[in-house]
């Protein structure tokens, strides 16, 4: 039964840096091809942001690709996200995704961050 | 890149059949067979109900269905229940190569 869990600080300061880490359980993450982190501000819809494959190639949402990077730690079994230069428009749950076919079949319980002085 | 278009509500009475659609372009929805959807309930996780277009992943209701048009996609619910009231949202793969979400549909049991 594969699990993600999401972790990392519940605030940071406007322009500062969001990082966040998600723990694979249950499964490697060297099986399945693509991971993504995915986001919902509160009361609103689902963003993407981007995903890595287990080799470490990754693709971006146009939106944040200047601000973002996803990263793998095979010997870990985990991903990384960082988003740089936060804004209050980033306040967010993170959710890291398994995909499966175009889907993301596996989700992790998501981390409120809130971007705040 | 655009998030794809639903209906913002769609709403139904238990037993009925309700369709959601999600309005893409050539360069998303209608380029691949690459439309999934996730149903979300308040303050849950979001959950895989359909992916590649049609297909249901194991524990997931046959009353829930996908298909394709063109740049449009669409979910049916059938035989509507109490527990199906929730959001749901669209997603597809990209020519970028990226993913984009629905921007969601609040569907309500009568």
């Known amino acids: 039964q594969v699990q993600l869990q999401e972790s990392g600080p519940g605030l940071v300061s406007p322009s500062g840096t969001l990082s966040l880490t998600c723990a694979v359980s249950?499964?490697?993450?060297?099986?399945?091809?693509?991971w993504s982190w995915v986001r919902q501000p509160p009361g609103k819809g689902l963003e993407w942001i981007g995903e890595?494959?287990?080799?470490?190639?990754?693709h971006y949402n146009p939106s944040l690709v200047s601000r973002v990077s996803i990263s793998v730690d095979r010997s870990k079994n985990h991903l990384s996200l960082n988003l740089n230069s936060v804004t209050a428009a980033d306040t967010a749950v993170y959710y890291c995704?398994?995909?499966w076919g175009y889907g993301f079949d596996s989700w992790g319980q998501g981390s409120l961050v809130t971007v705040s002085s | 890149q655009s998030a794809l278009t639903q209906p913002a509500s769609v709403s139904g009475s238990p037993g009925q059949s309700i369709t959601i659609s999600c309005t893409g372009t050539?360069?998303?929805?209608?380029?691949?067979?690459?439309v999934s959807w996730y149903q979300q309930h308040p303050g849950k996780v979001p959950k895989l109900m359909i992916y590649?277009?049609?297909n249901r992943p194991s524990g997931v209701s046959n009353r829930f269905s996908g298909s394709k048009s063109g740049n449009t996609a669409s979910l049916t619910i059938s035989g509507l229940q109490a527990e199906d009231e929730a959001d749901y949202y669209c997603?597809?793969?990209?020519?970028?190569?990226?993913?984009?979400f629905g921007t969601g549909t609040k569907v309500t049991v009568l």
């Open positions: 890595v494959f287990h080799s470490g190639s990754a």
């Open positions: 997603s597809s793969y990209t020519s970028s190569p990226t993913y984009v």
């Open positions: 249950g499964y490697s993450i060297t099986e399945n091809n693509w």
């Open positions: 050539s360069s998303d929805v209608g380029g691949y067979n690459s």
């Open positions: 590649d277009v049609s």
């Open positions: 995704a398994k995909h």
